[in-house]
C-alpha cells in the first residue's frame, strides 16, 4: 500500500527522515481536504493517493535535514466531533482550518483547539490555524486581525490561504514542518516559548505582506 | 432404520469434508499450475484443487457422489455388524438363533438397535474429540518445537527460512524471540494489559537492538519486525485474542446487538455519498463488507489491519464511482460506519482491542494502515454513542425505530418497488404530499371549528356571568329616606338663635 513506494519507509531512525503525524481539524467543506491535496499534488515524490485523498505523506526539505510529514485528514461534521479526538493520538502537529467567509467555522476551530488541550501538554503538539478561502474576500466573514490575535493569545501559528489559487499553501506547510525540526532536538525543553517566538517572526510578517 | 443410516453417511461425509479441507491447505500452485488440470483453457484455483471452476465441480461431484456411495456401503455393512453382533449375544443368552425369516422378532428389536448404534458412534466421536482437546491442551508447553497447527507450522518454516538470509543476526533474534515466547508462557497469568506490555516491550528492544548491534538499515528492520510480529503473534493468538480475562467479549455482543438494532439506518441518514443502484459501486459495497469481516479470520494484528486497509480501499472507490471525484475524509468516515452497519463484523471489539495490544505500535500511530484503522475505531465510537440527532431525526422516530414498531423504509415512497419508473415515483412521491396537504387541511377545519366553538362558549360564559352576577346583586331602587330639609321645619339649632326681634313700640 503506502508502503510500496520509492522514498524510506516511515521510521524515526538515524539518517531516515523523521516521521511527523499531522491532523487536519476543522468543520466540514472548510477546505481541509483541498488544503491537503494542493499541497501533496505539486510534489512528483510525495505518494499520490489514486483513489482516496485523507491520508498523504510528503518528504519535506528543512535546511539541510528533511523529514516526512504524514497528513490525516478527519472528518469534520459535527456529528463526528465527539469520536475525533481518536485521530489525535500520536500526532505532532495539528491544522486547524477554518472558513474565512464562516464565522461559525471559525468558532468551530477554537473549539477544536480545546479539545486538543484536553489531549495534549501544552506545547506538546504544533498547532496552526489557517484560515482558508481567501480567494472568496468578498464575503469575508473573520478579518486577517481577528484570526491573528486568537493565534497569537494561543500561541499559535497563523496563516491564510488559499487552496483554490495555491495561495500560501506550501508555506502553511512548510512553517509546521520548520517548527517541528526545530523542537525535534529538544523535545520538552519548554517548546511552547519556542512556539510563540516563531510566531512572531515568522509565518505571520510574511502572512501580514501578503494578506490585502 | 433409515434414519439411523441417514446419520452415519452424514457423519462420514462431513468427516470426509473435513479431511479434504485439511489437505487442500498444503497444497502450493506454481505459475504453470495455473491453469485448469483438466486442460480445458479456463484458470484453476487452488481452492479447487487446480480445476478451473466448472470442472472442479464436475469432478467434486463425481467424487463426492462416489463418496456417498461409499459411505452408504459402509453404514449399511456397520448396520449388519451391529446386527449379527446383537443377535448373537441374544443367541448367546439362550434366547434364539437370529434368521432372516424371524424378520417380525427383528422389527422389534430395532429400536434399540438404532439407539445403541448412534450412540456408539457418537460416543466413539466424542471421545475422540475430547482426546484431541487433551492433546491440544497439553501442546502449548513452552518448548515452542511442538506445533500444534499447520498453520503454526508453516509461519515457524517461514521465519526461520527468512532468519536464514540474515546469518548471525538472524540467530540472535530467533533466539531472542524464542526467549520472549517462553517468557510469556509463565505470564498467561498474568492481566492482558501486561502481557500486551510485554509484547510491545519485546517489539522495541528487538529492534534497538538490531539497529544498535547488528546494525541492520531501517527498511530492513521493519520487515524482520514483520515477520516476528507474524510469528509470535500466530502463537500467542489463542492466549490472547479475547481472553477470559476480559470484557472483550462481552463488549463484542454489545456492539453486535447494537449494530442489529440499528439495522434501520439508511444511507440517506449518514448521508453516506454512495449510490448502491450503480452496479459497480455495489460492487465494491459487498468487497468492503466481505474485507471487514474477514479480519476477524486473521491471527497476525498486521493482516487483520491489511484487511481493514482492503475494506477502505473498495470503499474509496465506491464513493470515487458515485461521486466522481477523490473522497476525503469527510465522505469516508460516514461510508466506514455504513459498511460497519451493513456488515456486521464478528467480534469487532475483541480484533480492535487485540491490535491495539499486540500489534506493532509504529503501524497504528502512523502509516496509512494508522489511519484506517483509527477510522474503524471512530466508527465504532460513532456507533455506540449514535442518537437521533447524528441521523437527523426527531427522538420520537428514533425511539420508533429503535423499538422496532416502525421501518423508515417503509415509509419511503423509494422502497414501494425498486423497479418502478420515475413517473410512478413521482405520482406516489405526490399523492404522498396530497395525503399530508390533506391531513393538515384537515387539522386547520378541526382548528377552526375549535376556534368557533370557542368564541361562542366565551360569549355564553360572560353573558352568563353578568346574569349570576345581575341576580346576586339585584338593582333595589329605594325611596329616598330623606327628603331635601325642609326650610320650615323643627331645628334644634334655631334654639340656640337670639330670639327674634319683637317689634317694640316707642312713646313718642
Known amino acids: 500500500m503506502a508502503q510500496a513506494h520509492g522514498t524510506p519507509p516511515p521510521r524515526a531512525d538515524p539518517g531516515q527522515p523523521c516521521v511527523f503525524k499531522l491532523v487536519l481539524l476543522g468543520s466540514g467543506s472548510v477546505g481541509k481536504s483541498s488544503l491537503a491535496l494542493r499541497y501533496v499534488k505539486d510534489d512528483f515524490r510525495s505518494i499520490l493517493p489514486t483513489v482516496g485523498c485523507a491520508f498523504f505523506t510528503k518528504v519535506v526539505e528543512v535546511g539541510a535535514s528533511s523529514l516526512k510529514l504524514e497528513i490525516w485528514d478527519t472528518a ?108 525535534g532536538g529538544g523535545e520538552g525543553q519548554a517548546p511552547g516559548r519556542d512556539a510563540a517566538v516563531v510566531l512572531n517572526e515568522g509565518p505571520t510578517r510574511r502572512a501580514r505582506c501578503c494578506a490585502h | 432404520l433409515m434414519l439411523s443410516k441417514h446419520f ?18 498444503g497444497i502450493h500452485v506454481d505459475q504453470s499450475e495455473l491453469l485448469c488440470k483438466k486442460g480445458c483453457g479456463y484458470y484453476g484455483n487452488p481452492a479447487w484443487q487446480g480445476f478451473c471452476s466448472k470442472c472442479w465441480r464436475e469432478e467434486y461431484h463425481k ?18 455388524e451391529e446386527e449379527e453382533a446383537f443377535a448373537s449375544s441374544q443367541s448367546n443368552q439362550g434366547a434364539q438363533s437370529l434368521t432372516f425369516s424371524k424378520f417380525e422378532e427383528k422389527k422389534t428389536n430395532e429400536k434399540t438397535r438404532k439407539v445403541t448404534t448412534v450412540k ?26 511442538r506445533q500444534t497447527s499447520i498453520e503454526t507450522d508453516r509461519v515457524s518454516k517461514e521465519f526461520i527460512e527468512f532468519l536464514k538470509t540474515f546469518h548471525k543476526t538472524g540467530q540472535e533474534i530467533y533466539k531472542q524471540t524464542k526467549l520472549f515466547l517462553e517468557a510469556m508462557h509463565y505470564k498467561r497469568e498474568l ?115 491489511a484487511c481493514i486497509t482492503k475494506c477502505s480501499k473498495h470503499i474509496f472507490n465506491a464513493i470515487k464511482i458515485t461521486k466522481n471525484e477523490p473522497a476525503s475524509a469527510d465522505d469516508f468516515l460516514p461510508t466506514l460506519i455504513y459498511i460497519v452497519l451493513k456488515g456486521n463484523p464478528p467480534r469487532l471489539q475483541s480484533n480492535i482491542q487485540y491490535i491495539t495490544r499486540f500489534c506493532n505500535p509504529s503501524r497504528l500511530m502512523t502509516g496509512e494502515d494508522g489511519y484506517y484503522f483509527t477510522n474503524l475505531c471512530c466508527a465504532v465510537a460513532f456507533i455506540e454513542k449514535l442518537d437521533a440527532q447524528s ?28 423497479d418502478a419508473c420515475l413517473g410512478v415515483k413521482q405520482m406516489y412521491k405526490n399523492l404522498d404530499l396530497l395525503s399530508q396537504l390533506n391531513e393538515r387541511q384537515e387539522r386547520i377545519m378541526n382548528e377552526a371549528k375549535k376556534l368557533e366553538k370557542d368564541l361562542i362558549d366565551w360569549t355564553d360564559g360572560i353573558a352568563k356571568e353578568v346574569q349570576d352576577i345581575v341576580e346576586k346583586y339585584p338593582l333595589e331602587i329605594k325611596p329616598p329616606n330623606q327628603p331635601l330639609a325642609a326650610i320650615d321645619s323643627e331645628n334644634v339649632e334655631n334654639d340656640k338663635l337670639p330670639p327674634p326681634l319683637q317689634p317694640q313700640v316707642y312713646a313718642g
Open chain 1, 76 to 183: 469534520g461534521q459535527e456529528k463526528f466531533h465527539s469520536v475525533c479526538h481518536l485521530y489525535f493520538r500520536g500526532a505532532n502537529a495539528a491544522l486547524l482550518v477554518y472558513d474565512v467567509t464562516k464565522k461559525e467555522s471559525f468558532h468551530k476551530a477554537q473549539q477544536w483547539l480545546r479539545d486538543l488541550e484536553k489531549e495534549f501538554r501544552p506545547g506538546e503538539v504544533v498547532v496552526m490555524l489557517v484560515g482558508n478561502k481567501i480567494d472568496l474576500s468578498e464575503e469575508r466573514e473573520v478579518t486577517f486581525e481577528e484570526g491573528k490575535e486568537f493565534a497569537e493569545s494561543n500561541r499559535l501559528l497563523f496563516m491564510e490561504t488559499s487552496a483554490k489559487l495555491n495561495h500560501q499553501v506550501s508555506e502553511a506547510f512548510s512553517a509546521v514542518a520548520r517548527e517541528l525540526s526545530q523542537r
Open chain 2, 8 to 25: 452415519l453417511v452424514c457423519f462420514l461425509v462431513s468427516r470426509k469434508k473435513m479431511s479434504l479441507k485439511s489437505e487442500r491447505r
Open chain 2, 63 to 80: 467424487a463426492r457422489q462416489k463418496q456417498i456411495q461409499e459411505d452408504w456401503e459402509l453404514a449399511e455393512r456397520l448396520q449388519r
Open chain 2, 120 to 145: 456408539k458412534f457418537f460416543s466413539a466421536s466424542s471421545r475422540a474429540g475430547s482426546k484431541k482437546e487433551i492433546h491440544e491442551a497439553k501442546a502449548p508447553s513452552p518448548s515452542i518445537n
Open chain 2, 191 to 305: 492481566s492482558i494489559e501486561e502481557q500486551s506490555e510485554c509484547t510491545q516491550d519485546f517489539y522495541q528492544n528487538v529492534a534497538e537492538r538490531m539497529q544498535a548491534r547488528g546494525k541492520v538499515p531501517p527498511e530492513r528492520v521493519e520487515k524482520i519486525m514483520d515477520q516476528i510480529e507474524k510469528y509470535i503473534m500466530t502463537r500467542l493468538y489463542k492466549y490472547v485474542f479475547c481472553p477470559e480475562t476480559t470484557d472483550d467479549e462481552k463488549k463484542d455482543l454489545a456492539i453486535q446487538k447494537r449494530i442489529r438494532a440499528l439495522h434501520w439506518v439508511t444511507p440517506q441518514m449518514l448521508c453516506v455519498p454512495v449510490n448502491e443502484e450503480i452496479p459497480e459501486v455495489s460492487d465494491m459495497v459487498v468487497k468492503a463488507i466481505t474485507d471487514i469481516i474477514e479480519m476477524d479470520s486473521k491471527r497476525v494484528p498486521r493482516d487483520k489491519l
Open chain 2, 391 to 418: 441521523l437527523n431525526l426527531s427522538q420520537e422516530d428514533f425511539d420508533r425505530y429503535m423499538s422496532g414498531q416502525t421501518s423508515p423504509r417503509k415509509q419511503e415512497s423509494e422502497s414501494w418497488s425498486p
